[in-house]
T-cell receptor, first 109, second 114 residues
Framework: GQNIDQPTEMTATEGAIVQINCTYQ??????LFWYQQHAGEAPTFLSY??LDGLEEKGRFSSFLSRSKGYSYLLLKELQMKDSASYLC??????????WGAGTKLIIKP | NAGVTQTPKFRVLKTGQSMTLLCAQD?????MYWYRQDPGMGLRLIHY???????AKGEVPDGYNVSRLKKQNFLLGLESAAPSQTSVYFC?????????????FGDGTRLSIL
């Protein structure tokens, strides 16, 4: 079966750095997406990786290792508004997204 | 620019009732999707469409039907609602299925079946 694993919840301090991990086992691989979802709102796109390595977008970076079936999302200079759930999703061989359950990130002052 | 619009935002139904959830997108996207999101689980694909007049089953299609009569609209129907269908339903659209094109989501419909 297909499986995406990520921690259920993480806590970090405002101004700090946090790394959210995602491991996957899917039928094929056509890229990995990270989405942010604030409580009661729609998921919004953050980043995309298809090749191994690091993609940087401002305070957010995403890393991929295809051989290890592993990705992480790195958030720097945390702000209170970063409190949200972060969803990892892998596009499989049928070009359908397989979603993790999400990691709820709590930011404390 | 509205993006993806879902109606209604909230609804309470009794077991056995029927209803239709509406999704409209104004981005001229070919691909549209219906997901459900339940606590502790990832988004699960119910049905999807690769273009006007086409529909296909996703991971959890039972109990739902869909139609895509116009490119901009994707309707999700529950013929006989069951408590197990209590969930948050998200519609999404995408330009293509090329890997680097993200899906864009509506704000969701919160549906309770009593």
């Amino acid at each position: 079966g297909q499986n995406i694993d990520q921690p259920t919840e993480m806590t970090a301090t405002e101004g700090a750095i946090v790394q959210i991990n995602c491991t996957y086992q899917t039928s094929g691989f056509n890229g990995l997406f990270w989405y942010q979802q604030h409580a009661g709102e729609a998921p919004t796109f953050l980043s995309y990786n298809v090749l191994d390595g690091l993609e940087e977008k401002g305070r957010f970076s995403s890393f991929l290792s295809r051989s290890k079936g592993y990705s992480y999302l790195l958030l720097k200079e945390l702000q209170m508004k970063d409190s949200a759930s972060y969803l990892c999703a892998v596009m499989d061989s049928n070009y359908q997204l397989i979603w993790g359950a999400g990691t709820k990130l709590i930011i404390k002052p | 620019n509205a993006g993806v619009t879902q109606t209604p935002k909230f609804r309470v139904l009794k077991t056995g009732q029927s209803m239709t959830l509406l999704c409209a997108q104004d981005m001229n996207h070919e691909y549209m999707y219906w997901y459900r999101q339940d606590p502790g689980m990832g988004l699960r694909l119910i049905h999807y469409s690769v273009g006007e007049g086409t529909t296909a089953k996703g991971e959890v299609p039972d109990g739902y039907n869909v139609s895509r009569l116009k490119k901009q609209n994707f309707l999700l129907g529950l013929e006989s609602a069951a408590p197990s269908q209590t969930s948050v339903y998200f519609c999404a659209s995408g330009l293509t299925v090329d890997s680097n094109q993200p899906q864009h989501f509506g704000d969701g419909t919160r549906l309770s079946i009593l």
